[in-house]
């Protein structure tokens, strides 16, 4: 496991993340993707909550998206052995650290010419990967919280500590409120 109650006992470089599981497209607009386990199953509590956007109105391009992110957390859980529904806050760390700092899968592709104005395509997951999939992992777990079907607490804060009033102009003059 990632961390119990102590840290990761390891390097986070050591840990390998295999490709396992995958993104099916089924073609059907009532279930269009689903995750698939090592195993070649369903991943269940995915397909419930794929459900639950859909139903909310969030189109099939949401709903990859989200399978996409929710994808990496899982082949990382995987990797890390711990069940979906027994990870915590240093699991969700680890997996914020991981990758931030882990290589995209590599594809054996030709490299694409560069297009004038955008960036060319990294080996590392973009800032906008990295905060998107930690988003979709706290949504599927508050999901799964609401429902009762998973773990109690949600391992994905919203918050996290950090510098009081790191947003506090120090410019503006602060009322501060005493008591006496």
């Not at 104005?117 to 949504?139: D, F, I, L, N, W």
């Not at 950090?162 to 008591?179: D, I, K, Q, S």
Request: proline letters at 10%.
């Amino acid at each position: 496991m990632v961390g119990q109650e102590e840290d990761w006992p390891g390097d986070l470089s050591s840990l390998e993340v295999p490709a396992a599981g995958a993104l099916v497209e089924t073609g059907d607009p009532w279930v269009p993707y689903y995750l698939s386990g090592p195993g070649g199953g369903r991943v269940e509590p995915v397909s419930e909550f794929l459900r639950d956007l859909q139903a909310s109105g969030r189109p099939a391009t949401t709903q990859r998206s989200y399978s996409m992110a929710l994808l990496r957390w899982f082949r990382f859980i995987w990797a890390a052995e711990v069940p979906w529904d027994q990870a915590t806050r240093a699991e969700a760390r680890d997996f914020c650290r991981w990758i931030q700092l882990a290589d995209k899968p590599g594809r054996a592709v030709a490299r694409p010419a560069q297009v004038p104005g955008r960036r060319p395509a990294g080996t590392k997951y973009a800032p906008s990967t990295v905060a998107h999939c930690e988003t979709v992992c706290r949504s599927f777990y508050s999901y799964h919280l609401d429902a009762g079907t998973g773990p109690i607490v949600n391992p994905f804060p919203l918050a996290r500590p950090g510098r009081a009033n790191a947003h506090h102009n120090p410019m503006l003059r602060r009322e501060v409120a005493r008591y006496e």
